[in-house]
């Protein structure tokens, strides 16, 4: 291989052979890698877009006439208009609810808390009958002045009608548990402070209020006599159901519109640049090269583990015994005397050279019944002392 | 692909731009973007294929360890532009290669050489991965990347520490010859040729036949013996992957392992080589005259110790198995443990001495001795028996070697290639290879 590359580099340049000799990926075979992936991720969004295409939205919220959810009144107002033929008019703002109000239709207020005092006016003014759900005080107060809140109690009751109201009789009981009021003609559903549906005549047109919204909630339209007593105050000429939206800010300002006018351009300039920086410095030149490395054991590892083992045990007379025959292995030597040479003439052998006693060399060299120097680790540390001394004596 | 950093200033210029210009309109966020976009994809059209570019490789193929080799790349570039490139010339760690990263332009149709400096630390083939080359466009903004395969490979074979000693050992060896043969005569040595007889020469080598035939007296020259056959085995088994220092077992045998072939070889004996654990590692057969050295440092290099008990008999039955039947000399470069020992190699010993003369060294731990002189705590004398023990059981493991007729050479990783190197010489001067 050497030789043939290497001749090859004298020769002059010629075209790049069929087969280049780069091994990463190219633009071909990046597009052939993600063409799969991408062209899934393309059919699956625009099947999507198809999908979604004709589907509206439908309003979700609470009493909405338009609303599918447990609390909306989408139940209510397709009965009304399908089996009973009623037209349901709906109303999102004041002047909707104006337009729409005639004098024989009945106009729904819900969620009268997002009017002002002036569109309550205007309301006031306008013909026909009205059907007022938990209306706030000051919406009382306009529509049907006279009547009070004087109670409440609890949202769950469901209340006996006991009055001569006729839409109210035939329905039954109903499930009007909530605000309770007082001071109307006609008052139905009662309970401790008050009724929950009261009537009171102004001059050719009637003004209800209904102390709870449930009765005409889709979750509980099916119950007790809720969609009969709906259906009898509401079945008629037509209804202008009027659902107030929630009214805009006005005048606060927006959070964004307080910035520099850069500060959002600015930020995704400021992102595009950050995801080049991450490129630049993600970028590797090259494939990382791994290398097989070689065990690593020290050779004394074994006698290390040895060492702890005795430490660990305090086997001290098994070590006194290593440290003797290393002491003999250096000392037989020097006196001539061979590996099987009994204790004895190496007892004597050894006092020759030594000061010592002959029985503190042998107590010494081959320990005895009772060895003083496995009694604990200091005796142990002073027959090493001990044998390196004699060791030493006989070198001399 | 990839971006350089130029272009990473230019989108924080671009931030700046935008968020100053803002007030115009949110369409200078997009001009400035597709500014951006379009600055880079044209560089990048610019820049010189990277896939095309043509790489040859060339260079030193075998380094001894710790010294340098110098590989080369030649960089040629067929495309139209020129070629801004950065190439890295990528090896394994262990190869130390240097410098990293290699910047060049080459015209259109021209080549260029790059050179890396390898200083292998670790014994062995070292292989180039791959080169990659990054080709920047004009700009300096954007780049062309590519990988491509440029096989070569660097052999980095041991270092031989102990060829120092080869001189000393040399003159050693002399004093065998001829001249200087009145020290020894016997077994060892073979009848070279007669000369006439110098004052000073030994007049027990007067050959009186010759000397009768003449007018002037004659004495006989001696030689040692040449054509003798050596065998060395490394054990390449787990014993060997024992770290000694910071070297493991394995090296220092291959270092005693050298200088024992290079002395023998100009000693005129033939040197083979066998690696074994549970199977033939390596193996060099001496073919006819010439010295077998550098096929057996070439042999050596690639081999690294397994973690396995090497298998004695099969060892053994590889060494008698050899076609070579003339009595050898077998130098086993393994180590003095008491359990691979008693229940491998020496049973099956004598089927090895019966046919041969055997020679095992040993590289002995350091540590060991330093552990079984360390005195003073309770610690240190547990550290220093264990130390004696293991002591204990090398030299009852050598003289049980010795017992069956073995030479034995233990010796610490520094004095182990002269120890058996000394070994070998003694071994020839008393004749008995």
């Known amino acids: 291989m050497s030789t043939d590359t290497t001749g090859a580099a004298q020769s002059p340049p010629t075209d790049p052979p069929a087969g280049s000799s780069a091994v990463s990926v190219g633009v071909a075979g990046v597009w052939r890698r993600v063409r799969g992936p991408l062209a899934f991720l393309v059919g699956a969004s625009v099947l999507g877009v198809l999908v979604s295409l004709n589907a509206v939205p439908s309003p979700i919220g609470d009493l909405d006439p338009e609303g599918a959810n447990p609390d909306g009144s989408r139940a209510l107002v397709q009965i009304l208009r399908d089996d009973f033929d009623v037209p349901v008019t709906i109303a999102r703002d004041t002047d909707e609810a104006v337009a729409a109000a005639g004098a024989d239709s009945v106009l729904v207020l819900v969620k009268s808390h997002r009017l002002t005092a002036g569109e309550l006016d205007r309301l006031a003014g306008l013909p026909g009958d009205r059907l007022l759900v938990q209306p706030t005080t000051q919406a009382i107060k306009a529509l049907a002045p006279g009547v009070e809140v004087t109670g409440r109690g609890d949202d769950r009751d469901v209340l006996s009608p006991e009055c001569t109201l006729e839409a109210a009789r035939t329905a039954g009981d109903a499930r009007t548990g909530g605000e309770l009021y007082s001071g109307a003609s006609t008052a139905c559903y009662p309970a401790e402070g008050g009724s929950a549906l009261v009537r009171t005549d102004s001059g050719d047109a009637t003004v209800t209020i209904l102390g709870s919204g449930d009765p005409m909630r889709n979750r509980f339209l099916a119950y007790e006599g809720n969609a009969a007593l709906m259906i009898n105050l509401l079945a008629g000429d037509g209804v202008v159901w009027f659902l107030p939206d929630v009214p805009s800010t006005g005048g606060a300002s927006d959070p964004v519109d307080l910035l520099h006018p850069g500060f959002l351009p600015g930020a995704g300039m400021l992102l595009a640049a950050l995801l080049l920086l991450a490129l630049w410095r993600g970028r590797r030149l090259g494939p990382l090269v791994a290398e097989r490395l070689p065990v690593v054991v020290r050779a004394s590892e074994t006698t290390e583990g040895r060492a702890r083992l005795y430490t660990a045990r305090r086997a001290r007379p098994n070590a006194a015994e290593a440290l003797r025959s290393g002491a003999l292995s250096s000392v037989r030597p020097r006196l001539g005397l061979g590996t099987e040479t009994a204790p004895e003439a190496v007892v004597e052998a050894v006092s020759q050279r030594s000061p010592r006693d002959p029985e503190q060399i042998r107590a010494l060299l081959y320990g005895g019944p009772s060895d003083p120097y496995t009694a604990d680790d200091t005796a142990l540390v002073r027959l090493a002392d001990e044998l390196d001394a004699l060791d030493r004596e006989v070198r001399e | ?433």
């Open chain 2, 1 to 433: 692909m990839a971006i350089t950093g130029r272009a990473v200033f230019l989108a924080f210029v671009g931030v700046l731009l935008v968020f100053l210009a803002a007030p115009a309109g949110t369409w200078v966020l997009w001009a400035v973007l597709g500014a951006l976009a379009a600055l880079l994809l044209t560089d990048l059209a610019l820049a010189a294929n990277s896939r095309r570019v043509r790489l040859e490789a060339g260079g030193a193929t075998s380094v001894r360890l710790g010294e340098d080799a110098a590989v080369f790349l030649i960089v040629a570039n067929p495309d139209k532009r020129t070629l801004r490139a950065t190439v890295r010339d990528a090896w394994a760690p262990s190869a130390v290669a240097g410098p990293r990263v290699h910047d060049l332009v080459v015209p259109a149709g021209e080549r260029r050489r790059v050179e890396t400096t390898l200083t292998p630390v670790r014994r062995g083939d070292q292989h180039r991965a791959h080169v990659t080359v990054r080709s920047y466009g004009p700009l300096g903004l954007a780049a062309r990347q590519s990988t491509h395969a440029v096989p070569w490979s660097v052999r980095a074979l041991p270092p031989f520490h102990s060829r120092r000693h080869l001189p000393g050992k040399l003159s050693k060896l002399r004093e065998l010859d001829g001249q200087h043969r009145a020290m020894i005569r016997g077994q060892g040595s073979e009848f070279d040729s007669l000369r006439e007889y110098v004052p000073g020469d030994d007049v027990r080598s007067i050959d009186w036949r010759a000397t009768a035939r003449r007018e002037t007296v004659v004495v006989r020259t001696w030689r040692p013996e040449r054509d003798r056959r050596l065998l060395v085995v490394l054990d390449t088994g787990r014993t060997s992957a024992g770290r000694v220092g910071d070297t493991p077992r394995l090296d220092h045998a291959m270092d005693a392992g050298l200088l024992l072939t290079a002395l023998a070889g100009k000693a005129g004996d033939r040197v083979e080589l066998l690696a074994y654990d549970r199977r033939v590692r390596a193996q060099v057969r001496s073919q006819g005259r010439g010295s077998t050295l550098q096929a057996i440092v070439r042999a050596m290099t690639p081999l690294e110790p397994e973690l396995v008990e090497s298998d004695s008999a099969g060892l053994v039955a590889t060494i008698l198995g050899r076609q070579s039947r003339t009595r050898q000399l077998v130098v086993l470069l393994t180590d003095l443990n008491a359990a691979a020992m008693e229940e491998g190699l020496l049973p099956r010993l004598s089927a090895l001495t019966a046919r041969h003369m055997v020679l095992v060294a040993a590289v002995g731990d350091p540590k060991v001795a330093e552990m079984a002189a360390q005195r003073g705590d309770a610690q240190s004398v547990y550290g220093a028996a264990a130390a004696q023990k293991t002591l204990a059981e090398r030299r009852r493991i050598t003289a049980e070697l010795r017992r069956h007729g073995v030479e034995v050479v233990d010796a610490g990783p520094e004095e182990i290639a002269p120890a058996l190197a000394d070994a070998y010489i003694s071994l020839k001067a008393q004749g008995r290879l």
